[in-house]
């Protein structure tokens, strides 16, 4: 069995906290006759357990939901091109997933396409339903059929299906049906476009994004990605988790946030359909992810001991776009302690031949999750480079883990031995979070460093490189497309994304820079590849 299928037959186990239900509520999808034509008709599979089956008592607790959430947040006056709402049972996810509709109220929409994790079915694709409605006790919700058939055309990872949308014998997938009632009360008559995603790769993401861009440009089309966040860890654990994807979520890294969700650092059973959302959303406009809400299971059981995640979150089109933050910046202390923590980890790597047992730092910016590079040299001359470009640790194991991978794994290089010690120096660059550009113009040489992403090819350089080099813009572009191994026009090409990046650089002796060739990073041991997203080295 593939690593992949494995994984996923994990997310199915553990992605709701009421799948228990599901066994005793398959419904299998019958064909009712609407003058005179057959329907393929997707009937409720998880009324009565998710959510009522009756149809005045889910509309009576829906209202009141929406109730409560209105009166506890301001309107949102900027368009909303996408959602994220939870997908559990009403009674656990219901607080939350209010606050995602509850934004919606007044807003119209012909069509809304809800994309949706598969929970019991395994396939390589991206389903988009080839039946005619959806039903839910509220009534029946028409497919799009002519958009649904238009998707399927825009890549070949997309097709019609049934797959992930009918009942099987291991469940019925509840993931869109529980968004139905919530967009039936909100929106009243509107067109369906379901969709199940059965990989959960960034490449699927993508293709998914990309061709929603293109086909809903200028129209009346909302998106609900489906998904809850971590599941079944302590309360304090799952509140620290979920607000690690909620944090990438508000930078717009959704780059970062696919590869812990597949390196499963992170946890959103619908990962993928929030990627997707968010790509497609930047692609119509969208500058500003907002949360509205976060809860756990625990907020409403008191039970703290196995918690499932929730949040609700809107992709908007605004003016200005997102308020700039704060800088991310370190003292003269913490840059101290991190040289020190490197130095101190490499001797002990190549002096005793396992990993330093760091102790947590006191700084609260040094136990943040960030990605970071940790270059060496000797006699001015690059002897190692290793980085992490996502936030998988918090800082301070980051620089720990790659000055020791800088020093011993870095493959163009032989390790560092003890008698090298005393000579080499060391340069730290930490990362900012990931954003796309959106215009090549926007780069600025020695501010952002690039990463180049196309399928399988990936590349990375630092900001201080075309400073170091003499690199104008252009340069710059052709050097990454070079380091992610494609020819040095690929930054043209549409199916290549570009992320830039700021870094916070700081080493021994000032200035240093790193060369063209720094690799990104190898993969250490016991971690699967998609952990440390990274090219081979050139």
Not at 46 to 58: E, Q, R, T
Not at 306 to 321: C, E, I, M, N, P
Not at 354 to 376: C, H, M, P
């Amino acid at each position: 069995m593939s690593l992949s299928r494995m994984n996923l037959g994990m997310r199915f186990r553990i992605c709701s906290a009421t799948v228990l239900f599901l066994a005793t509520l398959l419904v299998a999808a019958p064909q009712s006759c609407v003058a005179g034509n057959p329907q393929a008709v997707r009937q409720s599979g998880v009324a009565g357990g998710f959510y009522p089956s009756d149809p005045k008592a889910l509309t009576a607790m829906i209202d009141d939901l929406l109730a409560r959430a209105s009166s506890s947040q301001p309107p949102i006056d900027d368009p909303i091109l996408a959602v994220v709402a939870p997908h559990a049972g009403y009674q656990y996810s219901g607080p939350v997933a209010a606050y995602t509709y509850a934004a919606l109220k007044g807003r119209k929409f012909s069509r809304v396409v809800v994309i949706a994790p598969s929970h019991f079915e395994y396939f390589d694709f991206t389903s988009v339903y080839d039946g005619d409605a959806y039903a839910t006790p509220l009534g029946e919700v028409r497919v799009d059929k002519a958009f649904a058939a238009q998707l399927a055309k825009m890549s070949p990872t997309i097709q019609l299906s049934s797959r992930g949308h009918t009942p099987t014998k291991e469940g019925a997938e509840h993931a869109i049906e529980v968004q139905l009632p919530w967009l039936q009360r909100v929106l009243g008559d509107f067109e369906l476009v379901p969709i199940v995603m059965g990989e959960q790769g960034y490449e699927k993401s993508r293709a998914l994004g990309v061709a929603l861009a293109k086909l809903i440009q200028g129209q009346d089309t909302l998106i609900v990605a489906s998904s809850d966040l971590s599941h079944y860890h302590p309360y304090d654990d799952a509140v620290k988790i979920d607000h690690k994807t909620l944090n990438a979520l508000q930078e717009w890294d959704y780059f970062s946030m696919s590869n812990n969700f597949q390196a499963r650092i992170w946890e959103a059973c619908g990962g993928a359909p929030i990627v997707a959302a968010m790509i497609a959303a930047e692609r119509m406009g969208a500058n500003e992810a907002r949360v509205l809400k976060y809860a756990n299971t625990g907020d409403v059981t008191g039970d703290h001991s196995r918690v499932v995640g929730y949040s609700a979150d809107v992709f908007l089109k605004t003016q200005g776009g997102k308020p700039a933050g704060k800088p991310f910046s370190l003292t003269g202390r913490e840059k101290s302690e991190l040289l020190a923590l490197a130095r101190k980890s490499v001797e002990h790597a190549v002096r005793e031949g396992k990993i330093y047992e760091a102790d947590a730092s006191s700084s609260e910016l040094l136990n943040q999750e960030r990605g970071a590079f940790v270059t060496l040299k000797k006699a001015g001359e690059l002897r190692g480079c290793i980085g992490y470009t996502s936030s998988l640790k918090p800082l301070y194991l980051t620089v720990r883990d790659t000055a020791t991978f800088a020093a011993l794994r870095d493959p163009r290089f032989h390790p560092v031995s003890a008698s090298e010690l005393p000579q080499l120096e060391y340069e730290i660059s930490v990362l900012s979070p990931l954003r796309r550009v959106l215009d090549v113009r926007q780069i600025k040489v020695g501010q952002h460093g690039l990463l180049m992403k196309n399928d399988t090819h990936e590349g990375l350089l630092l900001p201080q490189v075309p400073v170091e080099q003499k690199w104008g813009r252009p340069q710059f572009l052709e050097e990454t497309c070079a380091k992610a191994g494609m020819r040095a026009s690929c930054w043209k090409d549409e199916n290549t994304d570009i992320f830039e990046f700021t870094a916070v650089v700081f080493g021994d002796a000032q200035p240093q820079a790193l060369t063209p060739e720094t690799p990104l990073t190898p993969q250490p041991p016991g971690r699967p590849a998609a952990q440390e997203p990274g090219s081979p080295p050139h």
